[in-house]
């Protein structure tokens, strides 16, 4: 390892390899798949409340409540985005799958009646990274040289290598983790801000393999695998994502049905598969003969072998019940696969 760089080898080390060393120490991944939509206006805070599962009404300034998890749903209950909401100045930053902004702009822009809303991407002018794993608060207080006390979903600004950027606490492996935007112009030199101060903690160089593995290690579902139009909140268990005792939004009839009758179909699970490749999507579950589930993402992961996530049928999801994929002996499994090493949320 160089000085002032991560561990590298992108080409020398895989990315099994890599998702090993994110949860050890840490890892810096850039993240092109991920988007911001803003949403201004005179009106946005009360007009957002109005789409989102969670009470953007409640944030404010600050370490504490600066952010949260929502979701964007259709009159019919279906998820059209999985968002974080960031608190800015004048605005509210809604952050996600970049796949999921097209069908998002078009429900939200459909929504705007005779209110003072304003809409953008800001794909073109902020670039997002992912910073995780156990030492990830550390790297991060080397590079702006102050510790950053932020409660799960919290936003805070940053300056690293003479750019100014913004700074949110989750992430997608269940380690501490952290989210962060930079102007496109001041990209790398923040990307290399952390790279330096990470190099002594073990901070390495991360692909999108091995983010992938990370995500499905702890169960967190992803727009186009997980997510989409068809998929109920409860399905694919993002309750911590609704704020039960808020006002009315779009889909919220739907929430309370389900939560009335407290069960669903279906839900998203863990799965171990004995041996051999790892599962792929599309892969039919079955159960005593019958089919009663589909494989939506799958990997290799450094702890746990050949894993996946899916979709089964109550009430064949439960922890234990015996499987086969693609002909393969598997079995539900508790999810997150893999633990984080911290009691640090992330």
Known sequence: MSEGKPEQGRSERSSIELAAATRRAAGLFALPDREILEVAGEDRTRWLDGMLTNDVKLLAPGPERSGCRALVLTRKGGIVADVRVWLRAGAFWLETDAAAIPGLLAHLRGLVVADDVELASLERSLALFALEGPAAPEVLARATGRALALADGAVADVALGGTAGTVAAYGASGEPAFRLAFPVSGASSAAEALASAGAPLGLVAGTPEAFEILRIEAGTPRYGAEIGESVLPAEACLEAA??????????????????????????????????????????????????????????????????????????????????????????????????????VPG
């Open 242 to 343: 609704i704020a039960f005792d808020k006002g009315c939004y779009t889909g919220q009839e739907i929430v309370a049905r389900v939560e009335s009758r407290g069960q669903v179909r279906r839900h998203l699970v863990g799965i171990r598969v004995v041996g051999g490749p790892a599962p792929t999507s599309g892969l039919r579950v079955e159960a005593a003969g019958a089919t009663v589930g589909e494989i939506t993402s799958g990997c290799i992961s450094p702890a746990c072998g050949a894993i996946g996530l899916g979709f089964v049928r109550v009430p064949h999801d439960a922890a234990g019940t015996e499987l086969l994929v693609d002909g393969r002996p598997a079995a539900v499994a508790r999810l997150p696969f893999a633990a984080p090493r911290s009691g």
